[in-house]
């Protein structure tokens, strides 16, 4: 197997992987970042929601090989210590109640505050469509949404 030379969260890795085997399985298995979930494995649910070079994309479709040298980003590059406007919406409006898919959604939302750092609801009820949450949070997921674009346009 060909050795890949990857950038995650703004360190260098080399991993021994088949050049197919999804991105989440190298960050989970190889890399042992584990921030970022398996949900469905086939793109639909959003918990294994990443960056690659800023945009967001579900990581249990996306293959090693197709990363090249594009940046990935996972929820422990977001900020050391949860500093992140997101992050801290998050716990200020108590978003989370199982918690499984709440990377997911984060990266997802931080991803829509870069491309609209003032979404209206309906931007926002666009853009994380792809994110499911089983426990139905999604009004709380909002709340945090705007109180995040808040804070980052002050």
Do not use: F
């Given at each position: 197997m060909p050795k890949m030379n990857l950038t995650v969260?703004?360190?260098?890795?080399?991993?021994?992987?088949?050049?197919a085997t999804p991105v989440l399985w190298v960050l989970r298995d190889h890399i042992n970042l584990i921030g970022t979930k398996y949900?469905?494995?086939?793109?639909?649910?959003?918990?294994?929601?990443?960056h690659l070079n800023g945009r967001s994309l579900k990581s249990c479709q996306l293959p090693v090989s197709a990363v090249g040298t594009q940046e990935i980003s996972t929820i422990e590059g977001l900020s050391e210590n949860g500093e992140h406007p997101v992050q801290k919406a998050w716990l200020e409006l108590d978003v989370a109640q199982c918690g499984y898919c709440q990377t997911g959604q984060i990266m997802a939302a931080v991803s829509l505050l870069k491309s609209k750092p003032n979404p209206t609801d309906e931007d926002i009820e666009n853009f994380m469509s792809g994110n499911i949450c089983?426990?139905?949070?999604?009004l709380r997921i909002?709340?945090?949404?705007?109180?995040?674009a808040k804070s980052s346009n002050k």
């Open positions: 969260n703004g360190k260098k890795y080399e991993v021994d992987v088949d050049p949900g469905c494995g086939v793109g639909s649910c959003g918990a294994c929601t990443i089983r426990c139905g949070t999604y909002k709340d945090a949404i705007k109180t995040a």
